[in-house]
C-alpha cells in the first residue's frame, strides 16, 4: 500500500451575474417551446433580470471602489444601498448620465420591482366580478382583472426587452469601467495535482 500523498492546488474564479443570465436565457428558450409549465419559465427569465443585474452591479461595484481604488470600506456601504441608488453611486463614479426615460435603462425599476414582488410577495386574494363572452374558463389568473401587477407583466415580451436592457447596461458599465463584460465570462478554473 502506497502511503504517497497527492495534494490539489487549484483556483476557480465564479460569475454570478453570467450563471443568472445564462439561466434566464434557459428560461427564456424553454418558455418559448414549451406549453406546460410555460408560465413558470417566463417567471424564471423575468426573475432572473434582476438577480442578473444586481450581481453585475455588485461586480461593477466591486472591481471599481476596491480592486482598483482600495476604498473598501466606502463599498461596503454602497453595497447594502437598493439598486437603484447602487447604480447612481456607480455612475456617477464612472461619469454616466443615467436617463431612467432612456433606452436601456427605462425598464431598471420595472425588473426590480418584479423581482421584489417575487422575493418579497405576500399572500392576497381577489373577488371581483367580471363580464365573460365565453363559458370555458381554464384558470382565473387568465382573465383580466384577476391578475396581480406582476402577473400582467409575465409575458414573453417583456423578456425579451428587459434582458436587452441587462445586456446593454452591462456593456455601458462595464466598458465604462474598462472591465471585461461580465455577462460573457464564464466561470474559470485550472488545477494541479503535485
Known amino acids: 500500500m502506497s502511503t504517497d ?17 445564462k439561466i434566464g436565457q434557459y428560461a427564456h428558450k424553454k418558455a418559448q417551446e414549451t406549453e406546460v409549465g410555460k408560465q413558470l419559465e417566463i417567471m424564471t427569465a ?19 471602489f476596491v480592486l482598483k481604488k482600495r476604498e473598501i470600506e466606502l463599498w461596503n456601504a454602497i453595497e447594502r ?7 447612481d453611486v456607480i455612475a ?11 433606452i436601456p435603462f427605462q425598464n431598471f425599476s420595472q425588473i426590480f420591482k418584479y423581482r421584489d414582488f417575487i422575493v418579497h410577495g405576500k399572500y392576497c386574494q381577489i373577488i371581483k366580478e367580471v363580464e ?5 374558463i381554464d384558470d382565473l389568473q ?3 382583472g384577476f391578475q396581480e ?19 446593454d447596461i452591462s456593456e455601458i ?8 463584460n461580465m455577462l460573457q465570462i464564464a466561470g474559470y478554473q485550472e488545477w494541479s495535482i503535485f
Open 173 to 180: 458599465l462595464t466598458q465604462k469601467a474598462e472591465l471585461p
Open 132 to 136: 365573460v363572452n365565453k363559458i370555458e
Open 92 to 102: 456617477e463614479k464612472l461619469c454616466i448620465n443615467i436617463d431612467f426615460g432612456s
Open 46 to 64: 423575468l426573475l432572473m433580470c434582476g438577480l442578473t443585474l444586481e450581481a453585475l452591479l455588485n461586480d461593477v461595484g466591486y472591481s471599481i
Open 81 to 87: 444601498l437598493s439598486p437603484r441608488k447602487k447604480l
Open 142 to 144: 387568465n382573465i383580466d
Open 149 to 167: 401587477k406582476w402577473e400582467k407583466q409575465t409575458t414573453i415580451k417583456n423578456i425579451e426587452k428587459w434582458r436587452k436592457s441587462v445586456s
Open 5 to 21: 500523498k497527492k495534494y490539489l492546488r487549484g483556483t476557480r474564479n465564479i460569475n454570478p451575474a453570467f450563471t443568472l443570465h
